[in-house]
């Protein structure tokens, strides 16, 4: 129960809102997804009718990258805000410490689970598959300079902001995270003057949520912009000898979000999984057009507790923090990429060397921003711990835009679905939402 009484009642008044025209998200998930299928269309066409050509680049360079740009600067630009907002709000709402350590403890504890899962299903599928062999691979020569991954001992320390301001100028989303959270935890010790605090803090959220609202009505032609540039500047040339790499790491994405998050539905929150897949169209597709967790998160977060039924409570904890932590796309990503790289330079792995990587790249995922391409560095990690050449990430990076894309689609909907759980756990799934058409 929040201090707030009217908190539970918002969902539903946005629901209502949200079917009343301006918002109707079912024809707004429609246009999205028409946004992208004709994103693909014009890329494909420019790419194979117009590469090189004057008109190429100025729609290319021009016109596209800059509708582009502008969407996914207006979609960072509210990420910060919501993040501090809500989380203080949803972490006050929980008001007691316990049931915070309970919520976090279930929250990273299937997060983890599931990156552990989608990497071992990796692991399993690339060995079987075998990416790397019977193609010949030219590596001599190639170069790729890895940008240094922090230590643990540094992560660690980091997650503490000194200066909060700074956290949020710099979007340090872990520093947000905590501050956000101690500000909570703070507002609802504090008595009468947290509870005024609060109420700015909800209103706030409010407003922010509205802007989210708005933002999403351009959001087809952000996406079409986007899609259309990735499309164009990604000649068939990059694909010749890595096809079988795109399409083990493809399957991979596919089957965990198809098997893995409808199961734990299922099986944790006693839900059907199709109405959350039908929901999550319109996030995912932003994911995908975006490349970024981060700047998916305002989506997110709304089709997740306005549509799925999360209360606010637990989806402004679980929602902000599967989108810094949690990235079962990229793991898989990461997977499959190290036995690629591995089979390439010939090197033996065994069966110990596999769980070490079961074990860095689930920490190195976490430690992946979300944003674009993060995942593809953070991979260094992975192949120092295991002395594989990091050079060999020079020959995935030709096709990881398009992986880039659909991992981040599956890194949210993990999000998500651990979010569905840990609610319907502590009785804060609305199933008159969630099941709601
Ligand atoms: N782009 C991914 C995300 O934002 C991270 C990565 O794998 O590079 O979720």
Redesign the pocket.
Known sequence: MGILPRRGARVSEETQQDESGLGDTGALTRRILIGLAAGFVTGIVLNLGFTGTGFFAFLVDGVLHVGGQIFLSSLKLLVVPLVLVSLACGTAALEDVTKLGRIGGKTLGLYLLTTALAITAAIGIAVLVGPGEGAAFATTGLEYAPTEAPTLVQTLINIFPTNPFKAMAEGEMLQVIVFAILLGVAMTLAGESGRELLRFFDSANDVIMKLVFVLMEVAPIGIFCLIAKVIALQGPDSFDNMAKYFATVLFVLFLHATITYPTLLFLFARVSPVPFIRKLRAPMSVAFGT????ATLPVTLRTVEERLGVDESVGSFTVPLGATIN?D??AI?QGVATVFIAQVYGVEIGPSGYLTVVVTATLASIG?A???????IMLAMVLEQMSLPVEGIALILGVDRLL?MT??AV?IAGDAAVSCVVARSEGKLDLDVYRSP
């Open positions: 490349a970024s967790s981060g990235m796309g990229t990503m992946t979300g944003v674009p391409g993060v995942g593809t880039d991992r981040t890194n």
